[in-house]
């Protein structure tokens, strides 16, 4: 496919890769690695933790923070800590990274996927709605925030509160992302955030579990730390994790957390680029909803006009596409980013499309998003997580990348609708 490519036009490659993300480090990162170091304190324990800790907590808001080994473990503790049984239903979001999702399956619970919604990108509050209609008893919901760009957190939480739910949020690419003024990261009665090596703040991994219930970091803490009893051997009652986060991972994110603004500034920049090099396109950037929100700008995406789709198809391994003049589809335009050596993505495949989740529940707008994709023939679009996947595209989003380089990637995707 990429020869294919390079028969309709070649651009010159770059000679060290554009990043889809990749971390970016600071000579403060090394500084507490080596004190960590040099002092010895190189377990998950020590002043690096204690520090990213309480500076997590004052940029956004909470009222308490357990370091851990990633975004996923906090999930995993969040999950824990709403209480979910094996067999019951928890309500998630859709099209998001597995991560998300896949906690609640090792508790044993199931999840239910909510469509997703236009606007933001995010879980769709009517298919939520739709959700709690069709399954009364479901008592957890698990939220996230794609790409940075926060959802439609007060009709989730007005849903939520009126069904008695739970909410998880998992905020993990939307540190330092606001909802109305507020940051993402706090909405949730336990958070989620991850320091993962793609994410805007990173330890190269490493997350973190937020909540305001004292009891609730409290179990967290213990439970990451193998479930140790107060006793002078090893007492356990409760099954534990190592999940706790190394004081040199901590280090890392400690010299680090103090540049988010910065990244946040130059990821917007990032976004505002790639809007103007496609103005005459057909296409719109990742849809962000400036009235109530303010995104991190993690990842800047792209979304093609239906009608500028030549053809393409997916398979479950593999994907082929039709070149066709004027038109393009997200295949070919990430085969030419590949072709001059940057790293685009396709959007996150909904969980519903996942071949390990194809027996779950999947809610749409109007009902049982199962029940009608069958009703279609397949291959047919029929539910907006399906759509925006055919349609999208992550884009180079590296906040190292120089306004050269984007200009050069924005040209080469300008090409392929020639
Ligand atoms: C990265 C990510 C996670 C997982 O975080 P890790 O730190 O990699 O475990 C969870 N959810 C979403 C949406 C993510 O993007």
Redesign the pocket.
């Known amino acids: 496919m990429l020869e294919m490519f390079e028969k309709k036009q070649s651009f010159e490659k770059f000679e060290s890769k554009v990043w889809l993300s990749s971390p970016t480090m600071y000579d403060d990162s090394m500084k507490y690695v080596m004190e960590a170091y040099e002092t010895n304190w190189m377990s998950t324990v020590g002043k690096n933790i204690d520090e990213v800790e309480a500076m997590v907590c004052e940029k956004v808001g909470c009222g308490h923070s357990v370091a851990l080994s ?6 995993h503790l969040a999950v824990k800590l709403a209480g979910v049984k094996p067999g019951q239903k928890v309500f998630c979001s859709d099209m ?2 597995s ?2 999702v896949n906690p609640i399956t090792y508790e044993g619970g199931i999840p239910v996927f909510i469509d997703t919604e236009y606007d933001t990108w995010n879980m769709d509050p009517v298919a939520l709605e739709k959700a709690f209609e069709l399954y009364p008893d479901v008592k957890v919901v698990v939220v ?1 925030h ?1 790409y940075g760009t926060p959802g439609k957190i007060d009709e989730i939480k007005a849903i939520c509160e009126k069904h008695g739910a739970v909410i998880i949020e ?1 905020a ?2 939307s540190l330092g992302a606001t909802y109305k003024g507020i940051q993402t990261g706090t909405f949730g009665d336990y958070n ?1 955030i ?3 090596g ?2 805007i703040i990173t330890g190269t ?3 973190m579990l937020l909540t305001d219930d004292e009891a609730a970091a409290d179990k967290a803490r213990k439970w990451s730390t193998q479930a140790r009893e107060n006793a002078p051997w090893y007492q356990h009652e409760e099954v534990g994790y190592n999940y706790r986060m190394s004081n040199v991972i901590a280090g890392v994110v400690r010299g680090q957390l103090p540049h988010l603004e910065d990244h946040i500034a130059q990821k917007k920049a990032i976004y505002e680029r790639y809007r103007d090099g496609f103005k005459g396109l057909p296409v719109s950037m990742n849809p962000i909803d400036f009235e109530n929100s303010e995104p991190n700008y993690w990842l800047s995406c792209m979304i093609l006009d239906k009608d500028a789709m030549c053809k393409q198809v997916r398979g479950e391994q593999d994907a082929l596409y039709v070149p066709e003049h004027g038109k393009s589809c997200p295949t070919e335009i990430l085969d030419a980013i590949a072709s001059i050596n940057a790293e685009g993505r396709p959007i ?1 495949k909904p969980m519903h499309m996942q071949p390990i989740y194809r027996m779950n529940p999947f809610v749409v707008r109007d009902g049982n998003g199962r029940a009608r994709t069958n009703a279609y023939i397949s291959g047919t679009v029929t539910d907006v997580g399906m759509d925006i996947f055919s349609r999208g595209l992550c884009l180079p989003s590296d906040n190292k990348m120089t306004a050269e380089q984007q200009d050069r990637i924005i040209e080469v995707i300008r090409a392929c609708f020639d």
Do not use: Q
Not at 70 to 75: E, I, P, R, Y
């Open positions: 990633a975004g996923t473990s906090a999930l998001t990274f991560a998300t996230a794609l998992d993990a690419e989620a991850s320091f993962n793609n994410k991994s490493g997350g996150w």
